[in-house]
């Protein structure tokens, strides 16, 4: 999600609409938002053979900070003593007709022709090598979501390596230390929101649950290609602050600033979309956990595995079968309430580290989390429903589990598990052997997010992205960050390259992506570990390339 326009300056708004649109507007894909900036791939700082050149690569780091290339990157690399096999993979990001189900049809941008990618199996311990062959008309990247990995394979371009150009490759090469759920998508623009993005499972070769089969599931919002839409021509019109016309639904909602709230107001007319296409407000959700402010997209299909409700995704298994669920939120601006009917969740991992087990009914992911989760399957057909947090009642994702006879669940069904408060990652306490140790920290960066929907000006500090405004941190700190949301707004925080104990406390679940709730306060510790030059961002793609993205770099 590199922010390559500035966002659109405010504007005064009256009765600014209450979240947003499914932007339509082809026209405005491939805009000049995600211009392709080099002739091939390279490393940021580094030359990596023929075609690395162009002006996407950033300099060699300024300022004392560690390069991504650098000499401190490459000891750290080592230092991970790789020693199990190596596995080698080719991708190809394209453009391709893809099958959601019940004989509806998209074209989109995706890793090869299903929907999520092929999904990647790693050994912890070993070494991963991905070759990604750009097909694309756009320049685009690969970020390992999650990954304690080497500085110069994060896949940030403009910070971390070049833009990989259309037509050009780039092999991504790097020690995989950690076990876990984990997930890759590309870091270019708002691409995330189309087709790109496929599981990264790795596994711990000392496995220590006891389960007879694994579910992947995979949640995801989906507008790419549905009546022309795109998420490029969806961020124009978020930062046109929707072209509302007089007689257009809405009511009182985001100001530009902290303390604006958002009213109940009832649905009108939706505005009309840039390019005089469809457009879909979403109007007046709410979320007893997030918020009245859920999301800024109304999303026309919600989907589990790539596919909708109306012709879901189903997994076999037998009665009695103890069943590992690996579950990844890919959305690009969607909480996903996900619960098993008939079942209740162990909780064992959250974002790919082991937590002292807890039970739950339903489990709440903001966008970037992931959560393991054991059952044991009874005998029947089941619903695994995801609802789209506070996006209204019809807004749901589902797929089924199959141990027996019986009918199928329906896109309405809702399970008795879906009531009550969902379980959040502030309930979980790290599994012992990966607690954080008790520190004192030896640095605190504070970090206030700002903005809000009228100037679409989103924000960390008041400051749009720039790769050269820099947090430093030093190599062997204990970290603090303190995040101050004084927006309405809910977002999800994620980390590269490391993972944070949440709370600033050492039994703090291990987590590397995690809610701030609105007007509230997050913090978390961490190790300065890793060194290089590391993004910490909002997960929400819209937020994000709009400009709530900020670096942590280390000092030399």
Not at 242 to 264: A, E, L, Q, R, V
Not at 362 to 382: H, I, K, N, P, Q
Request: proline share 8%; charged share 20%; net charge negative.
């Amino acid at each position: 999600m590199r922010s390559s326009a500035s966002p659109s300056p405010s504007r005064p708004w009256s009765s600014p609409s209450r979240r947003a649109v499914l932007g339509a507007g082809a026209a405005l894909a491939g805009s000049g938002l995600l211009a392709a900036c080099s002739g091939g791939s390279g490393m940021a700082g580094m030359d990596h053979g023929a075609g690395a050149t162009g002006k996407g690569a950033s300099s060699p780091a300024p300022g004392g900070y560690v390069d991504p290339a650098g000499a401190e990157v490459q000891a750290a690399e080592a230092a991970r003593k790789a020693t199990g096999p190596l596995t080698e993979v080719r991708l190809t990001a394209t453009a391709t007709p893809l099958d959601l189900g019940a004989g509806r049809s998209v074209r989109s941008w995706a890793y090869g022709d299903k929907l999520p990618g092929q999904e990647v199996r790693v050994t912890a311990g070993g070494t991963l090598a991905l070759a990604l062959a750009n097909n694309l008309p756009e320049a685009t990247s690969l970020h390992w979501h999650g990954l304690a990995l080497r500085n110069d394979m994060d896949g940030v371009p403009g910070l971390t390596q070049r833009d990989i150009a259309p037509g050009g490759s780039f092999t991504y090469k790097f020690a995989v230390p950690h076990p876990g759920t984990y997930w890759f998508h590309p870091h270019s623009g708002v691409q995330q929101d189309r087709g790109l993005y496929a599981p990264l499972i790795v596994e711990d070769p000392k496995e220590p649950l006891s389960y007879d089969k694994e579910w992947v599931v995979v949640l995801d919002d989906w507008l790419d290609g549905v009546d022309g839409s795109t998420p490029d021509a969806v961020l124009g019109e978020l930062r046109k602050g929707m072209n509302m016309s007089p007689g257009g639904g809405g009511h009182s909602g985001h100001g530009s600033g902290s303390g604006s709230g958002s009213g109940s107001g009832s649905a009108g007319t939706p505005a009309p979309a840039a390019s005089g296409g469809p457009s879909r407000v979403l109007m007046g959700g709410v979320s007893e956990v997030l918020g009245n402010d859920p999301g800024d997209v109304a999303y026309p299909h919600y989907l589990v595995n790539g596919r909708t409700p109306e012709d879901p995704s189903v997994f076999t298994a037998r009665p009695g079968d103890r069943i590992r669920l690996r579950i990844i939120n890919a959305g690009g601006d969607t909480a996903f309430r996900i619960a098993l009917g008939g079942h209740e969740f162990t909780v064992t991992h959250t974002d790919g580290f082991p937590v002292e087990h807890a039970a739950a009914r339903s489990l709440l992911l903001g966008m970037g989390e992931r959560y393991d989760v054991l059952v044991t399957a009874g005998d029947g057909v089941f619903p695994l429903t995801a609802l789209a947090e506070g996006k209204g009642d019809a807004a749901s994702a589902l797929a089924v589990l199959r141990t027996g006879a019986g009918a199928a669940p329906t896109a309405a069904t809702r399970p008795a598990e879906l009531s009550g408060r969902p379980l959040t990652a502030d309930a979980l306490k790290a599994a012992e052997p990966v607690a954080l140790a008790a520190r004192e920290p030896d640095r605190t960066v504070r970090i206030k997010l700002t903005g809000g929907m009228a100037a679409y000006d989103w924000a960390f500090d008041g400051k749009p992205y720039a790769p050269d405004q820099r947090h430093p941190v030093k190599a062997g700190e204990r970290v603090r960050l303190e995040f101050d949301n004084s927006t309405t707004m809910w977002h999800p925080l994620h980390l590269h390259g490391h993972t944070f104990a949440l709370g600033g406390r050492p039994g703090g679940a291990r987590k590397d992506t995690a809610v701030v709730l609105p007007n509230g306060k997050l913090t978390v510790d961490f190790d300065a570990d890793n060194p290089g030059l590391w993004m910490v961002h909002c997960h929400n793609v819209y937020h994000a390339e709009a400009g709530m993205m900020t670096v942590l770099g280390y000092l030399r």
